[in-house]
């Protein structure tokens, strides 16, 4: 009888274990190393601790079917230039999970930071996009594009990343945070960038909703979409305009391409703050696009709406009503001041990004230079 009972407990122990090891995650293989913090990881699922600093030393990429958490307070430091990024595959998923009094920060190592200190932060899936299915990201080769509208790529909340940029060449440089093909199902809200030696935030393609954006002193346009993107984006304060606030277009090869970008933008103050602001408030290019802008606020821009005559797709677009900027609010205008395009603009008095020139309450603690 005891021999009996022990072998029942043995059997009992062995199918424990065997169900305990079933129900695991599978391994990641992703050596977490902060002080030299790169590499791929390519499966399960990897959780940053907040309580280290990472040095990001070269390209940090979460690979199909593998997932980073990154959690409220973690601060990653980068160096490496064009070397150093952080991206998301097709397939991967990635969940950002600051707060507002404690937000993730993405940042340069060095002790005098500067724009185009290392590369930045990119995220690629399978919503579509007028650059077909199996499009290549130009800043970290990634494959992007797809059929997959609501294509989920995780959660990006109180994110801040600053003194991005890096440049490869000429005509080739990270922007701040660049989503190709990013999907309806990611959320992406409270994200900032600052101090980007390209475009702050840029859309290429996709259906992603964006929500609560800061972009300040970006050198080329503060916020930029393009290549058929579909989605919205809602709550925007840009301060520090070098070129354009709003960088809008259909595709630069063909200004006609389908599915056309097709996009509300709602509730943004636009501020120049000292800078050029060279390309307007708004710039409508590549074919544009059928594009609203509502409840904006613009301060001390010299440009309001600027459209090439040369963009025969662009012009064409204006003709059939597809681009609406309604309402608008325009001060400080310096002398000789010209909105560009008076037949798409209607003026009225408008908080724009909560209280118009002013950072709006939603943007207080976890952001930088405002």
């Known amino acids: 009888m005891k021999k009996t009972f022990l072998s029942i407990l043995a059997i009992a122990a062995i199918a424990f274990t065997s169900c305990t090891i079933s129900n695991e995650e599978p391994t990641t293989g992703f050596q977490v190393d902060a002080a030299n913090f790169k590499g791929n990881i390519t499966q399960g699922t990897v959780t940053l601790n907040a309580s280290l600093e990472y040095n990001l030393t070269g390209a940090l990429v979460v690979q199909e079917g593998a997932k980073l958490i990154i959690p409220a307070g973690t601060v990653i430091k980068a160096s490496g ?3 150093s990024y952080i991206a ?3 397939g991967a998923q990635i969940y950002i999970d600051g707060t507002a009094a404690n937000p993730v920060i993405m940042t340069s190592s060095k002790a005098n930071p500067a724009s185009g200190d290392w590369g930045g932060f990119v995220i690629c899936g399978k919503a ?3 650059k077909g299915t199996t499009a290549t990201a130009e800043v970290s080769d990634l494959t992007y594009g797809g059929t997959i509208a609501n294509d989920n790529s995780g959660s990006i909340r109180y994110l801040r990343v600053e003194y991005t940029g890096a440049t490869f060449n000429g005509s080739k440089e990270f922007n701040g945070v660049s989503l190709f093909g990013v999907g309806s199902g990611t959320t992406f809200e409270y994200v900032q960038s600052y101090k980007g030696g390209d475009d702050g935030l840029e859309f290429f393609g996709g259906t992603v909703n964006a929500k609560y ?3 300040v002193n970006s050198e080329d ?3 930029d979409f393009a290549d058929g993107f579909t989605g919205s984006i809602e709550n925007v304060y840009i301060k520090g ?4 606030g709003f960088e809008g277009s259909n595709n ?3 200004g006609n391409a389908t599915p056309v970008t097709n996009v509300t933008i709602k509730n943004a103050s636009i501020v120049l703050g000292g800078l050029t602001g060279s390309e307007g408030a708004i710039y409508y290019k590549e074919g544009g696009g059928k594009i609203t802008y509502q409840n904006i606020y613009v301060d001390g821009l010299g440009l309001g709406v600027k459209v090439k005559s040369t963009d025969t797709a662009a012009n064409a677009r204006i003709t059939a009503g597809d681009l609406i900027v309604n309402p608008i609010q325009f001060v400080n205008k310096p002398t000789g001041f010209d909105y560009g395009v008076q037949s798409v603009i209607t003026e009225s008095n408008n908080s724009g990004a909560g209280s ?4 709006p309450t939603w943007a207080a603690g976890w952001t930088i230079g405002l």
């Open 241 to 244: 305009v070098t070129k354009a």
């Open 213 to 215: 954006i800061v972009s």
């Open 128 to 130: 579509p996009t007028n």
């Open 252 to 254: 630069g090869d063909d």
């Open 81 to 83: 230039g064009t070397s």
């Open 88 to 90: 998301v595959a097709q």
């Open 221 to 223: 346009d503060s916020v």
């Open 356 to 359: 118009g020139s002013a950072t």
